[in-house]
């Protein structure tokens, strides 16, 4: 199979499961995860009909976004402070804030390049030690520190499920919509509006995300790995 075939299958079932839970079917930004593959795959993947792409390193964020400017790039990868002005040059939209002392950081760089940058808080909903994220108590306080910055926007929140299980993928998903649901409520009409992402599931869980509720869906090796096989106890 092509990318483009891998692409247009994901697509198609992506808007089926959406219709068959009540959603509107072109609910769900596909990005294309191209951490793995190079600028002439990341072409072909655009000439094929995909727009968004993921890194989650921020120099190869910068080689790949100045290289492609026209695409949309989000930046999904861990972050450290002094590469936050990169970060902030290149990406569209961060996935994964959740440390309060990047938030200043972000907002002068943005201010200082006449941006605002738009964030997803990062959320570890399972709890488990080798995923980073904000507890999901610490969300509210967190949305507060970002609320004093001109320059940050943070649109939603984004997670990653425990791997190889398909019920606790599903259950994860559930919380983290359900606890968006929750932050909106105490939100200034103006914020709340905005706030309307939910970056969940991945090449192995995507499906259950997006029945659950997620707005982005970041996919790498079942669009860009040749040999991708789903794992035969998820679904
Ligand atoms: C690599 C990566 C993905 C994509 O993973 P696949 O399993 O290849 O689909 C999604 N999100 C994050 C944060 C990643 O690092």
């Not at 959406?18 to 072109?26: I, T, V, Y």
């Not at 769900?28 to 968004?52: D, F, Q, R, Y």
């Not at 994220?133 to 926007?153: K, N, T």
């Not at 992402?197 to 996919?219: F, K, N, Y």
Request: glycine fraction near 6%.
């Amino acid at each position: 199979m092509s990318f483009r075939e891998r692409y247009d299958a994901v697509k198609a079932e992506c808007e089926a499961i959406c219709l068959a839970h009540g959603r509107d079917p072109h609910a769900v930004c596909v990005v294309a995860v191209s951490k793995t593959v190079g600028l002439p795959e990341i072409e072909a993947a655009a000439a094929a009909g995909a727009h968004n792409f993921g890194e989650n390193r921020p120099d190869m964020l910068a080689q790949k976004a100045c290289a492609l400017p026209e695409q949309t790039w989000h930046f999904i990868g861990n972050i450290q402070s002094r590469k936050i002005e990169e970060i902030v040059r290149n990406a569209s939209l961060v996935h994964s804030l959740y440390q309060p002392h990047h938030v200043a950081k972000f907002d002068a760089a943005a201010s200082a390049l006449g941006k605002v940058q738009e964030v997803l808080l990062e959320v570890n909903v399972s709890g488990e030690e080798s995923k980073s994220g904000l507890a999901p108590d610490e969300v509210a306080s967190m949305l507060e520190v970002c609320s004093q910055y001109a320059h940050v926007r943070v649109r939603g929140l984004m997670t990653m499920a425990p791997q190889g299980n398909a019920d606790e993928a599903r259950n994860c998903f559930a919380k983290l919509a359900q606890l968006a649901e929750e932050l909106k409520v105490g939100m200034e009409p103006a914020k709340a509006e905005c706030f309307n992402e939910l970056s969940m599931g991945m090449s192995e869980d995507w499906r259950e995300a997006v029945a659950q509720g997620a707005t982005i869906v970041r996919i790498g090796r079942a669009l860009f790995a040749e040999d991708f096989n789903e794992p035969l106890d998820i679904h």
